[in-house]
């Protein structure tokens, strides 16, 4: 055992919560070591989530490109495609990703330690290095950022070979000619349209009605025509009861109605529980609650008061990095009483379907349950130039407000850019910005940004169809 040594903030997993938590404290002048047990510094967000995901996506959107200019270039995707040649870029993303982040921990004179945390009191981790060793942090402050892994059921086995859960997905050595995707949450649908753009024939089953149950329907129906397009296949409101490799050449999965479905590779995206159970939580007077997840309040403070949780281990939504990075800087700032504003009161949801979909406040069925009759402005981009220029008409903003047509409520975007042009709401929405402000901006012609002023203008036509109706009655 390595003699003891102290800090002031000790931070478990280096994710973007880990991360964030780990800046914030040092950039406060604060002594602070980060723990991590994978080689690399970065999460799931880097090694097996948002990166590697979207870097796929993007080769399976330059492909797409190529084919929209037919006349120009022949050519058809190879059968038997290695998965290497389609993720050649991975590496150097990847790499450049790990560069900044070892230099940004660096910079502001975090301690980074490879190896597994746990903790045995309330103010000791002990850090078990990959040689066996061990040696007790002591800490004023806990981070606990430990994040999730993918759930798993009894009925569907993941042998990482012919059945893949979003951890090994990307090891795949070629590209399947088929793909069954289970479950219709972010990671199921982003994966089913990267790789039915790449050619795969997609089937994907939930048990829910629909894919992304918690995104505006309209919305989600952009998407989901997109992917039949593409060939893709839906099977909602279904239960998977087993699912087995059939030695030869195929995933069977059977359905409770029947159905038999079968595919070279399927892909298993139910959900994710959080790491908490190495984590020796009673050692420090901690315990897990009737859901099995680690109490804390707003701030990510435990009912330890000096050990915080942040990120995805709280199981909470929205799971995303950007919620993970404000809840480690969040739960750090309460700890040494620094100011930590409300910023994470608007969180933009961006999924990478294909198109891709974005959100922020409420949308028409959310507003529709608080208010009576809210104002809906659409801009289908079929009536954006920028639209028809990039040949990227599958697309829709909507618009959101109070039945007055004034107050943004929320904004809705499914296609090109939106899960940029979002934040162009989002500071609206945070302004608390009249939609008469979009009518009254002078967008950049031609972009995708005129949305915002052609479904505001929308807004306008209802407002004044309402205030003559009420005036006549
Ligand atoms: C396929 C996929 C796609 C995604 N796409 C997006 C997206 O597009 N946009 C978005 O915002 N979010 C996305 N997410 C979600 C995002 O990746 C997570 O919300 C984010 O990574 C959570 O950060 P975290 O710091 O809480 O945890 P993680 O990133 O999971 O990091 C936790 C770290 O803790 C380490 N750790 C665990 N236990 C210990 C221990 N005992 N000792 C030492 N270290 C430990 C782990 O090794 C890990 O490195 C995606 C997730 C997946 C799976
Ligand atoms: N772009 C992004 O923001 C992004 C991308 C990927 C992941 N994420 C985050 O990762 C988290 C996890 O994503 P996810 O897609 O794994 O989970 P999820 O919880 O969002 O979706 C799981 C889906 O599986 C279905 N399901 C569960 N059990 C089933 C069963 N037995 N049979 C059939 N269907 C079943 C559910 O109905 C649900 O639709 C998300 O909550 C999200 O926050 C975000």
């Not at 040689?131 to 892994?149: C, F, N, P, W, Y």
């Not at 490799?245 to 109605?257: E, P, T």
């Not at 969040?330 to 974005?358: K, M």
Request: hydrophobic share 40%; with cysteine; net charge negative.
């Amino acid at each position: 055992m390595m003699p003891s040594s102290a800090y002031d903030i000790v931070v478990v997993g280096s994710g973007p919560a880990g991360q964030k938590a780990a800046i914030q404290g040092a950039k406060a002048g604060k002594k602070v070591v980060l723990i991590e047990q994978e080689q690399g510094i970065g999460g799931n967000c880097v090694y097996r989530g948002t990166i590697p995901g979207k870097t796929l996506r993007e080769t399976a959107l330059q492909f797409e490109r190529l084919k929209r200019s037919n006349e120009v270039f022949e050519g058809r995707l190879r059968l038997d495609l290695p998965m290497t040649v389609l993720l050649h870029r991975l590496d150097e993303v990847v790499k450049a990703h790990e560069c900044y982040m070892a230099d940004q921990l660096a910079r502001n004179g975090v301690t980074y330690r490879h190896g597994r945390a746990r903790l045995v009191s309330p103010h000791e981790v002990q850090l078990e290095t990959i040689d066996g060793a061990s040696q007790t942090l002591l800490a004023e402050t806990i981070v606990l950022a430990t994040g999730s892994r993918p759930c798993s059921i009894p009925e569907v086995p993941v042998d990482h070979e012919h059945v893949l859960d979003s951890d090994s997905i990307l090891s795949m050595i070629y590209l399947p000619r088929s793909l069954t995707v289970l479950g219709g949450g972010p990671i199921a649908c982003e994966y089913a349209s990267t790789f039915a753009l790449l050619g795969v024939e997609v089937t994907l089953i939930d048990r829910a009605k629909s894919p992304l149950p918690f995104m505006d329907s309209e919305i989600v129906s952009v998407f989901q025509r997109g992917l039949e397009r593409q060939g893709g296949r839906f099977y909602l409101g279904q239960t998977v009861t087993e699912v087995a490799w059939d030695g030869v050449s195929s995933v069977v999965a059977r359905l409770a109605n029947g159905m038999v479905v079968k595919s070279e590779k399927m892909l298993v995206a139910l959900g994710r529980q959080p790491n908490i159970e190495e984590l020796n939580l009673e050692a420090a007077g901690l315990s897990l609650d009737e859901k099995g997840l680690l109490p804390v309040n707003d701030h990510g403070q435990t009912v330890v008061p000096h050990i915080y949780a942040a990120g995805d281990m709280l199981g909470r939504p929205p799971a995303l990095a950007s919620q993970a990075m404000e809840d480690g800087r969040r739960a750090v700032s309460q700890a040494l009483g620094l100011p930590v504003g409300d910023s994470a009161n608007q969180v933009p949801i961006g999924i990478y379907t294909i198109p891709e979909i974005a959100s922020i406040g409420l949308d028409e069925e959310q507003a529709a349950a608080r208010y009576r009759g809210p104002l809906v402005g659409r801009a289908p981009f079929t009536e954006i130039a920028k639209g028809q220029i990039t040949g990227a008409c599958d697309g829709l903003l909507k618009l959101v407000t109070d039945p007055s047509g004034e107050r943004l409520l929320g904004v809705q975007i499914v296609g090109e850019n939106a899960t940029e042009l979002i934040h162009l709401g989002q500071m609206a929405l945070q302004d608390g910005a009249n939609i008469d402000r979009f009518i009254d901006t002078i967008f950049g012609f031609p972009t995708f940004a005129e949305a915002y002023r052609v479904a505001a203008l929308d807004i306008l036509g209802q407002r004044r169809k309402r205030q003559e109706l009420a005036k006549a009655a």
